[in-house]
């Protein structure tokens, strides 16, 4: 009988989980960033070697040498096209490659229907109806990811070089990002190497910055929050009863907002798990019709 495995990555990094048919599970095992749209590469040896590490971890602790029915998802998968070259890269007989998105929305709401907002490094919403998914945004850091951490670290950044140009005002969140940077030329040095994640370690600074009532970090998260209403009411499409799930490490304080704003209707409701137990839930599915 087939065991399953299910790795969430994104570009923060990865984790994955052995689950057994008794429902019994194996810890959860971390890795590297693993984004296919910025770095393929990367992502696909932090994938191969994290795999291997919880098929050792699910052996030794069930004993059993069968095949794991295996599912991944990633941050830009879909939009690099990259699935058949991870999939070709590992050595397993039984591998499905989907978006990060889709293992977060069977994670939140497994078949039923609602809407998901995943915000963490990077930022998507679906409306899952009838076992359709319809999404809004996730295209990546240069392209989108509003409200995403990393778009909240760069607006921190953007912000105090207005400040320091006396074309925006100050506050606390400048003056906590220049603490960071060795002047000028350091904050851009750190901007020709950043990657998304660096963007989003900032994020904590504005969040901090906005509980003392800066002003500065106030106006980044009211621009996040519009986005975010804007594309809920579009899911919604008038139907507002509609389970609203928040999925990242940022979503539930941007949802906490909203709603203290009323700018938008929801229906908030605690999602049923992770994006990791997602994809383990769409492992079970798939070995279902396998057998």
Known sequence: ????????????????????????????????????????????????????ATVTAARAQSGSATEPVVVIGLAGVTESDQSERLKAALP???????????????????????????VGTGS?????????????????????DQASGAWIGREALRRALLARDGLGPDGL??????????????????????????YAALAPLVISSEQEHCPVAGAILDTACTYLARAIAQLQAGATDLPVAAMGSLAPTLLNRLVAQGTVQLNRVAPKGDALDGALWKARQIARVMT
Request: aromatic share 8%.
């Open 173 to 198: 969140l400048v003056s906590l990002i220049w603490r960071r940077f060795d002047g000028l030329a350091d904050m851009l040095h750190f901007v020709n190497s950043a990657r998304p994640a660096d």
């Open 92 to 118: 397993y007989s039984h591998v499905t490659i989907m978006g990060d998105l889709d293992i977060a929305v069977s994670g939140a709401l497994e078949d039923g229907d609602g809407i998901v907002v995943a």
């Open 124 to 144: 998507v919403l679906a409306c899952q109806r009838a076992g359709k998914i319809e999404r809004l945004g996730g295209y990546g850091f240069l392209l989108g």
């Open 1 to 52: 009988m087939h065991y399953f495995i299910g790795v969430d990555g994104g570009g923060s990094g990865c984790r994955a989980q052995a689950a057994f048919p008794d429902g019994g599970r194996t810890e959860i095992l971390s890795g590297g960033p693993a984004n296919m749209s910025s770095d393929a590469e990367t992502a696909s040896i932090e994938i191969s070697a994290l795999l291997q």
